[in-house]
Each structure stands twice: as structure tokens, then as C-alpha cells.
């Protein structure tokens, strides 16, 4: 069960009461119109500020994108069908630079769910929008947003370090140390593993043997060994219930392909 969107919104206000920036792309004027609409309509159920950038065009939405004029923006809608750059290759550009903005497709038909997926666009919204699967989709990015601000704290030679969840791709427990692995460093800490598993609490994370936790979303993919890891480590699994660990994975992915996580 995910976040209460209400809660989802006031654990967003708590870093920092900066709007919600949202860019909407779409040719179509009424279709723009709606979705602003019905965007504001759910902000302010919430008294929530947002900000709300509108563009007719691909091209316009990346001429702004690369000048920085909405590098900081949290949530893409984009038109898949639209003149000049569509929206998929809309899409593309900014996964150049950024992986953090969250892509949401608006458009008639999910024929192009599969390269959705390369530009990891996990959501549909198909038109004529309707509020309330507008509603339950704010709520999974509004969450994702959240958890991209979860973090912890350890104690690494005598100062303390935050490290956010979003950046740990696995963690091991190795010569009487634990080693957190991240995307930009490896940070030592005498907290056990059982310690930090604890202070985690988060369901994308998996102990996958006695002495290593891992990051589901970076997982490369699963051999007969372990999992591989998208910085070419290989976490083994627990020999007495490997199949245990191998469907906790796979319904991650269920859940994953179904849009119950982002």
C-alpha cells in the first residue's frame, strides 16, 4: 500500500515548502488546457504550491531544457504524438542529462509502451484525461519524489555522513566493517547490518545473503549465481533460500511493470 497522497504531499512541503514544477508539452490547446487544470485541481486539494510550465512543441520543451531554464523541474508530461520532435525523442534528449525528472506520456494509445520503457516512462495517461487516474498518478510520482529524499546517517571515521537510499547500490558487511556502497563513493561504517537494514525500511532493498543488502534498481539482471549489478558486481545469494530471494525479486518487478512503484 503506498503513501496516503495527502501525507505523500505534506512530507514533500517538509524540505523546504518550494513548489512542485511540472512542465506540460502538448500541441493540442484544449488537451494542454485540461491537464493544467485538473494538475492545479489536485495541488490545491492538498495546499500545495506548483508551478506549471506549458509548451506546445518538443523542440521548445528542449531549447528550454538545455538553456536550464527547467533543469529543475520534477515532472514531465509529454505528448507522444506531436509535430516536429515527438514525444519520445522529447523524452530521449533529457535522459541524455537527467534521470531524476520523472516522464509521464499523455496520448490515445499505449502502442509505444516498450520505448517508454528505454526512457524509463512508467506511466500512461490516455486522453481524454479523467481526474481520477490523473489523481492516483500524481500520487506514485509524488512518491517518488519522497523517496528520493530518504536518506540515512552513519558515523564514518568520527563524522557523520548522509547518505541518500536513492544512491546506494548495494551494501556488504566485510572485515569486521560495514561498506555502503554508492554511486559516487564507498562509505565505511562500524553499524552492523542488521542496524542499517533497520534504519532503511524500504521495500526496494533486498538482503540478499547473510552479508550483503541490494538496491533492486540496480539490478542488471539475475544469473544462476546472483545478481548482477549495473556496476558489474555480483552479489551471490543466501544458498538456503535462494529461491525465496529470486521471487522477492521478481515480485519487485511485478510491481514495477505494473506501476504500483516508480
Known sequence: MGLQWEYCIELYKCKGDVPMKIAICEDNEKDANELRLFIEKYF??????????????????????????ICDVQIAFLDIYMPGTNGIETAKK??????????VFTTVSKNHALEGYSVDARQYLVKPV?????????????EKITDALKFIEVLS???????????????????????????CETVRTHLTLAKLEQQIEDDTFLRAQRSY?????????????????ENESLIPFRKNDKL???????????????????
Open 44 to 69: 490545491c486539494k492538498t495546499n500545495c504550491v506548483c508551478e506549471i510550465f506549458l509548451y506546445k512543441n518538443g523542440d521548445e520543451l528542449i531549447t528550454d531544457f538545455i538553456e536550464k531554464k
Open 94 to 103: 533529457i535522459r541524455e542529462t537527467n534521470n531524476e525528472m520523472i516522464i
Open 130 to 142: 479523467n481526474f481520477s487516474v490523473l489523481k492516483n498518478i500524481l500520487v506514485k510520482c509524488t
Open 157 to 183: 571515521d568520527r563524522l557523520t555522513v548522509k547518505i541518500f537510499l536513492k544512491d546506494i547500490i548495494f551494501i556488504e558487511s566485510f572485515n569486521a566493517a560495514v561498506h555502503i556502497h554508492t554511486v
Open 213 to 229: 543488502i541490494v538496491n533492486m534498481r540496480f539490478i542488471k539482471k539475475m544469473t544462476a549465481e546472483g545478481f548482477l549489478l
Open 244 to 262: 525465496a530471494v529470486k521471487q522477492a525479486y521478481r515480485n519487485y518487478l511485478s510491481r514495477l511493470i505494473e506501476g504500483e512503484i516508480t
